[in-house]
């Protein structure tokens, strides 16, 4: 068969991979200069910056791909395991101290409050159960009611109608502990304090296999990606834009139009673009019955980011790889960037230094930065050409005052994206950075599925589409969708 992949991200490289070494004959069209989708690469001054994904959990989902195509994830790029995982900072000046040994972590928890080191162990022993409810959907199809089905009577006895921190409150007197253990679906997109307690799994998932640094940069494991694609035969088309799906008068998908004018037949489309922009503005309104634009409106999406990707003339030794920065209000918060959807003046971050692991990604001396503040979609009345400047430089002076001195007067290097970026550049509807809200009523069968419910042979592999955002989501839809059309 003749399949185009429409964008490569994580999930359209896993899909691409699998099906051309499965003898299929596999394009991918990408609009941007390079692969990677939100893991682009950003290079400036003499300093790397990963543009999205950098937390590597399940890296034998990884090894999966590079096995289907008859290769070694070792000779495409070298994976390194962190400790610590991260560092949680709060307000107050606390610190945990995060990783997959057991007996810091019980220490960690007693520093904060020893009564609550039984409830972890408790939290820990019931994750096991979710985790093994959790990871066997993840790479499996939802496509008819039946699926779901065979799965409801142990989601309602896991109680997956519990948000992930009533979960961890159960466990936790503390509510620093609660916020440290309840955090992670923010990493997806999601709001802790709405997104089925099954996405708790996360920490257990952590615990089982680590968080692994691809040596290079996320980007390194893009290259590998794209390079094992490119050695079993794919063919990559970059800068180029997809206008419209084209179809034939029965219906069926035939090929893609393309801005330049030109026409790709497929037998196939895989789709890694965001699900609510494809079907908005790839597929023509009298082929949906299902998603139509009310229904693809009504859904809820993930927060948009506000990201400044910086580079420093001094070394902060301070800081860990991995960094999540409490703010002072936790549900206050999250319910201004998902409900009220206002810009707080307050802000939660999580700050990214791989410099703590590989100085080849800034120059001798410096340390390359990512600071990402969570912030609502362009459903908010935000004007972010009159507010970036005046965010970005609250967030610089919170850092400097509290954590990284001088640091203003250190930046040497720094550029900045905001939910407009994710509209205009990713195509991500109303500026979306995770697609479609990881919510209870929108997993699983309820979440947009892997194949179109409108169109018998588009595909849809990303962040959008079941199992949803994060690495181990997005790889596992592209295991999802290879398997649908008949590859690995």
Sequence with gaps: MKIIVIGSGFGGLSAAIRLQASGHEVTIVEKRGKLGGRAYV??????????????ITAPWLIDEVFEAAGKRTEDYVKLVKLDPFYNIRFPDGTVFNYNDDKENLLNQIRKFNPNDVEGYKRFSKDLGEIYRVGFELIDQPFTSVWDMLKVIPEMVKLRSDRSVYKFAS??????KLREAFSFHPLLIGGNPFTTTSIYAMIHQLEQKFGVWFAM???????KGLGDLFLDIGGEVFTKAEVKRISFDKYGKANGVKMKTGEFLKADAIVSNADVAFTYLNLVPKRFRKKYTDKKIKSMTYSMSLFVIYFGTNRKYENMAHHEIIMGK????LLDEIFFNKTLAKDFSLYLHRPTATDQSLAPKGCDSWYVLSPVPHLEADIDWKTAAKSYRDSIISYLEENYM?????HIVSEHHIDPLHFQDTLNSYLGN???VEPTLLQSAYLRPHNLSEDVSNLYFVGAGTHPGAGLPGVMSSGKIVAKMIGGK
């Design 42 to 55: 950003y290079e400036q001054d003499g300093f790397k910056f990963d543009g999205g994904p950098t937390i």
């Design 405 to 409: 001195p001088e640091l203003s007067k």
């Design 329 to 332: 209000r936790y549900k206050g």
């Design 433 to 435: 950075a995770f697609g």
């Design 216 to 222: 290079g940069g996320t980007g390194a494991l893009v």
């Design 170 to 175: 159960r466990y936790f007197q503390d509510e």
